[in-house]
């Protein structure tokens, strides 16, 4: 991640209650739902990039109104399986640690915990595969205005706003690039260094030993420690009703073009048009040295035009994000026009590796059986001295998080 991007990331108002924010919602009336559009393009030099778009997913069966988006990367590394299961067992998990019976603001805040525990047990399920193949993750919901991204590895989704601000939803795992990581791998029991040839001569990006990974959190590299993670970073952040655009890209794409390159490049075009665009500027730019997968999401208002407009006037970055700062410009100079008033607010924002700080200390007690619900796989167990405390897990959902955090052999390698 660049200076630059790092500075957008801390510059980022304080966090909005969701209670506050859908009140407010209510009382202004904007309680129509955006328009999604969506376009993806693809050039594959392995074949190991897959996507997952599910725009009409409902999270009450049969009722239009509870329907909210699903789009999703993953680029798989020493092979294609991780990067399948992911795709086709990922969305169930994290669905699966959601209560039951919840309302749209009671779901949209056990969101980050659920996407939290959907990508551990994935993890989990995978290893127990024996297979050794990996994959990054950038897994985005979109509830009318609120956009939820989790993410391990280096693929990458942005958001560019009517504003002209473009800011990065997720953070790069990189261990060349994040110190933080480097640190907490080698507190765990890894080591960090670079590729040793003929001669002792140090080569290529920083890796995590045993292994020789150059990325620090993944689902499935069964061939590396336990302190490579699943645990994903999580942001979620509600729009104004001007809307925004999504550009989610494997590292093909991150790797040739700037994240504000990639905004500028294919502003003003259809989602469709501008994914196959961005795809072309990072061949051009680079060649195709990697696979390279890019999707693009308009997130519309209702009843405006399909097509994003290229800001007129780039907006100050800090300005642009403080709540409650009204811009003058075309957009609310009449009645009923769109408001870019606090154009992006921050609703949740936690990056730690932790497992007990990401799923809190609540015990989910079933109250007819007398069992604990383990806050990972979602299975029932019965109270005895093996299971942790809080969060309640089961024994093997324990032991994996004791192995994440180094205090224990490797799981399952």
């Given at each position: 991640m660049s200076e630059k991007e790092t500075m957008k990331m801390k510059t980022m108002p304080p966090l909005?209650?969701?209670?506050?924010?859908?009140?407010?919602?209510?009382?202004?009336g904007n309680v129509e739902?955006?328009?999604?559009?969506?376009?993806?393009?693809?050039?594959?030099?392995?074949?190991?990039?897959?996507?997952?778009?599910?725009?009409d997913f409902l999270r009450v069966p049969e009722d239009p109104s509870t329907s909210f988006s699903v789009f999703a990367i993953f680029d798989g590394h020493n092979g294609i399986s991780a990067a399948i299961f992911a795709k086709e067992n990922l969305l169930n998990n994290i669905l699966s640690a959601i209560p039951q019976g919840c309302d749209r603001e009671e779901w949209l805040q056990a969101l980050?915990?659920?996407?939290?525990?959907?990508?551990?047990?994935?993890?989990?399920?995978?290893q127990q595969k024996g297979e050794t193949s990996g994959t990054t993750v950038t897994f985005v919901v979109i509830d009318g205005w609120t956009i939820t991204v989790a993410s391990v590895g280096d693929s990458r989704c942005i958001l560019d706003t009517q504003t002209g601000v473009v800011s990065?939803?997720?953070?790069?795992?990189?261990?060349?690039?994040?110190?933080?990581?480097?640190?907490?791998?080698?507190?765990?029991g890894g080591e960090v260094g670079r590729l040793n040839i003929f001669g002792g001569n140090e080569v290529g990006p920083l890796?995590?030993?045993?292994?020789?990974?150059?990325?620090?959190?993944?689902?499935?590299?069964t061939d590396v420690g336990e302190f490579i993670v699943p645990i994903p970073h999580v942001k979620q952040v509600k729009l104004s009703n001007c809307g925004g655009r999504l550009i989610i890209a494997s590292d093909g794409i991150w790797d040739a073009l700037s994240s504000d390159m990639a905004a500028q490049c294919c502003r003003g075009l259809p989602a469709e048009l501008a994914a196959k665009l961005v795809v072309k500027e990072a061949l051009r730019s680079r060649g195709?040295?990697?696979?390279t997968t890019c999707v693009v999401v308009d997130i519309i208002p209702y009843g405006y035009p399909a097509i994003p407009q290229t800001p007129k006037k780039k907006q100050n970055l800090l300005t642009s994000l403080i709540p409650g700062k009204r811009f003058h410009n075309s957009l609310n100079k009449e009645p009923n026009k769109l408001s870019a008033v606090g154009t992006v607010e921050e609703l949740f924002e936690e990056g730690s590796a932790m497992l007990a700080e990401r799923l809190g200390k609540d015990l989910a007690l079933n109250s007819n059986s007398g069992t604990f619900r383990c806050a990972v796989c979602q299975g029932n167990e019965a109270p005895n001295d093996d299971l942790s405390?809080?969060?309640?897990?089961?024994?093997?959902?324990?032991?994996?998080?004791?192995?994440m955090e180094g205090k224990r052999a490797n799981v399952g390698h």
């Amino acid at each position: 991640m660049s200076e630059k991007e790092t500075m957008k990331m801390k510059t980022m108002p304080p966090l909005v209650p969701l209670g506050t924010l859908i009140g407010r919602e209510l009382r202004h009336g904007n309680v129509e739902k955006p328009t999604i559009n969506y376009g993806q393009a693809a050039l594959a030099k392995k074949g190991e990039d897959y996507f997952l778009i599910k725009p009409d997913f409902l999270r009450v069966p049969e009722d239009p109104s509870t329907s909210f988006s699903v789009f999703a990367i993953f680029d798989g590394h020493n092979g294609i399986s991780a990067a399948i299961f992911a795709k086709e067992n990922l969305l169930n998990n994290i669905l699966s640690a959601i209560p039951q019976g919840c309302d749209r603001e009671e779901w949209l805040q056990a969101l980050p915990r659920a996407l939290v525990a959907g990508f551990v047990k994935t993890d989990i399920e995978f290893q127990q595969k024996g297979e050794t193949s990996g994959t990054t993750v950038t897994f985005v919901v979109i509830d009318g205005w609120t956009i939820t991204v989790a993410s391990v590895g280096d693929s990458r989704c942005i958001l560019d706003t009517q504003t002209g601000v473009v800011s990065l939803l997720t953070v790069d795992h990189r261990l060349e690039e994040n110190v933080e990581e480097r640190e907490r791998v080698t507190a765990s029991g890894g080591e960090v260094g670079r590729l040793n040839i003929f001669g002792g001569n140090e080569v290529g990006p920083l890796r995590c030993w045993p292994g020789g990974l150059c990325l620090s959190r993944s689902i499935g590299d069964t061939d590396v420690g336990e302190f490579i993670v699943p645990i994903p970073h999580v942001k979620q952040v509600k729009l104004s009703n001007c809307g925004g655009r999504l550009i989610i890209a494997s590292d093909g794409i991150w790797d040739a073009l700037s994240s504000d390159m990639a905004a500028q490049c294919c502003r003003g075009l259809p989602a469709e048009l501008a994914a196959k665009l961005v795809v072309k500027e990072a061949l051009r730019s680079r060649g195709l040295k990697d696979d390279t997968t890019c999707v693009v999401v308009d997130i519309i208002p209702y009843g405006y035009p399909a097509i994003p407009q290229t800001p007129k006037k780039k907006q100050n970055l800090l300005t642009s994000l403080i709540p409650g700062k009204r811009f003058h410009n075309s957009l609310n100079k009449e009645p009923n026009k769109l408001s870019a008033v606090g154009t992006v607010e921050e609703l949740f924002e936690e990056g730690s590796a932790m497992l007990a700080e990401r799923l809190g200390k609540d015990l989910a007690l079933n109250s007819n059986s007398g069992t604990f619900r383990c806050a990972v796989c979602q299975g029932n167990e019965a109270p005895n001295d093996d299971l942790s405390v809080g969060p309640m897990l089961c024994l093997k959902c324990s032991r994996k998080k004791d192995a994440m955090e180094g205090k224990r052999a490797n799981v399952g390698h």
